[in-house]
């Protein structure tokens, strides 16, 4: 029996309509609540019938479209059986096997984006969620609640072992990359390159942002069913899901000024000192790394969010500074993108500065 594979919606966050053709039961997995209409008007209009809703996790970047279309068409509502929504209908576990049509799907445990993360596995390719984005988008992050990086690991390495002719759909893409094959994306996906589970782990924590806090509020929605797309606010075509993510559209792509360790202590040697931001979680400052002297701290993830605090330093010399580079390149991305012209993000970050046996404030 043919399959019927459908991407809905104009933005970053998939949803897929799935089917068989000659039945007119249909699947839709992961939904969101803002295209409900669409989605019924489309399902009206093809005389299809909804059958049932998978969400492949709780998300935090949208509210689920599953509760109202519950409301609307007496569907199923299918989540793992760890999700802590209160309206799911049925829940899966790690290797359940179902069929739409005579399509097999089987559901496989990945969690690390969230607690309550699946993988569908079909004969021909993979529904991985946040798990596994494509490409360079890598994957979704692992610092938003019930996240875990070691977990996030694990799954990807349960993923490895599928079969390289899978095509990989993931729940977001930012960027309108093309899904391709699970052998393409072991070549190119950056986190699916051999690493070990400390080395991954290490990998993630430098590009951990920390959720904001409308992320908090949405994955409380979808605890809670809401069925009010004004439940908690969503920023527009914010790139949520992805590591990278709270920052601007765009700013990924931007190129970072780097300052060495050893040039950064120039020029707080020569009274020439820039303006010191380091972005860094606040109990970091105080452990093993330390921090510089005379540092301005505002956490990467909240950046965005307190620009106009960092107003007064626009025509000045900024050095970002985080553990080692990578939370540091992306707030000077945020900041270039917001205006402020002379960044630098050092080098290495404090793990540099202190190899180079510069002195450290605890
Ligand atoms: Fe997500």
Redesign the pocket.
Known sequence: MDMIFRQLNPNACRTYLVGAKGSNGIVLIDPVLEHVAEYMELLDREQLRLTQVIDT?T???HISGGPALIDLTGCEYLMHSSAPSQCVTSRLTDGFEFQIGSIPIKVMDTPG??KDSISLIFPDRILT??VLFLDDGGA?RDD?PGGNAEEHWDSLQRILGLPDHLVVYP??DYRDRQPSSLGEQKKNNPHLKPQTKSEYVEYVGELMLGPADWMKDIVQANYACARDPNAAWVPLDAAA?EVLGTSDRGANDQQVAEISADELKRLLDGGRAPVLLDVRESEELHGELGHLSGINHLPVGALSEHLSDLERHKEKQIVTICRTGGRSHTAAQILMQAGFDQVHSLQGGMRAWIQAGHPVDY
């Open positions: 996790h998300h935090a970047d984006h969230s969620g946040d979704g938003l729940a977001h899901c």
